[in-house]
Each structure stands twice: as structure tokens, then as C-alpha cells.
């Protein structure tokens, strides 16, 4: 009897913890399906973005960030349902992936009575990297300058030894307009969640780390800088210059 009474005194905890893991799974999966269902969501504005751009024949206008949705839309499909991808890095030229970041939010500056301007000096950099997650970071490091920064912001590129320096600064919200916060820009930046900073950069820093390089942020009320740092690719004459 005293074994049974053990039995019986602790069916309700197992019980419980059984009830408790199975309410945690179907939490799990109902949430994998919302996210599923979000994700087929927004595929269909994304389609008819690229279908009524190649008919428009604008194309050029969106094929790079429609195919940054694309591919992000596909890692995040994977991360949902357990089918991550390995990724595998390939020698990459630096300096056109940066000049079309800076074009795609080049607009996106000027809406706010800001600037975008790139200055190379790198000559051909090359890093080792998978493409699209250093065009997400380039992305990451702009927008975060033009969202949280000031007006005018400079993207340089230069060797430093044998590491390619990306820096990205700004003005300094001090010498942002009072008008600005009523552009559509900042109406954009608040339906995007801007209270929600780090995001970004949390994704530029974990490239960084995955890459051998380094991220580091200088914030001031007059001008703040981040910077970006990647080993560059021997290609057996020393790095570009």
C-alpha cells in the first residue's frame, strides 16, 4: 500500500508536467503556423512588387531590395521550420555591394532633408562572405544612420592594415530641423518601429563576429560613427590600396 500510496500522491505532478509539455507544444506549433501564415502574407505584396516593376520596366529601380526580401524571407521560412541552410562565403568586391546599398537609401535620406554620401578609397576590396549577409549589413549600418543620426551622413571605405574599414557617421540629432519629425520619412520610421532600436545592429555585429571582424559604435549628441571591420582576401599582392 505504501508504494501505491507513492503512485497515487505523485500521479497528479506527473500529470501536470505531462499537461503543462503538451500545452507548450501546441503554443509552439500554433505559433509556427501564425508565423507561416504571416510569412505567405507577405510574399503576395513582395510578388506583385517585382511583377508590376518588370511590367513597368522599372525593374532596376527594385531588383536588388526585392531580392533582399526574397532571400530574407526564405532564411526566415527556414528558421520557422527547422530547415537551416549552411552558409558558405565566397571572395566578394566590397565596393559595388556598398554603392548600391548607398542607392537604395539614398531616397530614403532625402526625405528627411538628409544626404547619403559614399567616399572609396579601397581600391578593389575583397572579403570572404555570404553575399547577402553583407548587403544586410551594409543596409543595417545606413538605415540605423539615417533613422537615428543626422542629416548629413558619409559612408567611407578604406584599408587599415590588413582589414577593410566601413565606417558609417552622421551629423548628430542636434542638427536635425524640428520640421523633420513631421516629413513622411518619420511617419515611415514610427509605422516601421523605430522605438525598437539595436535590431540592426545587433544583426551588423553578429556578421562581424562570424567573419573574423569587429563592430563598434560611437554615439553623440553632435556626431556619432559606426564602424565596420572585415579581414580583406590575400590575393597574393598585399590588400587593395
Not at 544612420?145 to 542629416?151: C, F, S
Request: proline fraction near 5%; include cysteine; charge should be positive.
Amino acid at each position: 500500500m505504501t508504494r501505491l500510496a507513492e503512485i497515487l500522491v505523485g500521479w497528479p505532478v506527473v500529470a501536470s508536467l505531462a499537461m503543462a509539455m503538451t500545452a507548450r507544444t501546441w503554443r509552439s506549433t500554433r505559433r509556427r503556423g501564425a508565423l507561416n501564415e504571416a510569412l505567405h502574407e507577405l510574399r503576395r505584396p513582395l510578388q506583385s512588387l517585382v511583377l508590376a516593376a518588370g511590367s513597368g520596366g522599372a525593374a532596376g529601380d527594385v531588383e536588388g531590395p526585392a531580392e533582399l526580401a526574397t532571400v530574407a524571407l526564405e532564411r526566415l521560412e527556414r528558421e520557422i521550420n527547422g530547415r537551416l541552410a549552411p552558409v558558405r562565403p565566397e571572395v566578394l568586391a566590397v565596393r559595388p555591394l556598398l554603392r548600391a546599398a548607398v542607392s537604395r537609401w539614398k531616397a530614403r535620406a532625402s526625405l528627411g532633408g538628409g544626404s547619403l554620401e559614399l567616399r572609396w578609397r579601397a581600391g578593389e576590396a575583397l572579403v570572404a562572405a555570404e553575399r547577402f549577409e553583407l548587403a544586410q549589413a551594409l543596409d543595417n549600418l545606413i538605415v540605423n544612420a539615417i533613422e537615428h543620426g543626422g542629416p548629413a551622413i558619409a559612408v567611407e571605405a578604406a584599408p587599415v592594415g590588413r582589414a577593410l574599414h566601413i565606417r558609417v557617421s552622421d551629423s548628430g540629432r542636434a542638427s536635425r530641423p524640428v520640421a523633420r519629425r513631421e516629413t513622411p520619412a518619420e511617419l515611415v520610421a514610427r509605422l516601421c518601429g523605430r522605438g525598437r532600436r539595436g535590431h540592426g545592429l545587433q544583426v551588423v555585429r553578429r556578421f562581424a563576429d562570424r567573419h573574423g571582424g569587429r563592430f563598434s559604435l560611437r554615439c553623440a549628441e553632435h556626431g556619432s560613427c559606426a564602424a565596420l571591420e572585415l579581414p580583406l582576401v590575400d590575393t597574393g599582392a598585399g590588400p587593395p590600396g
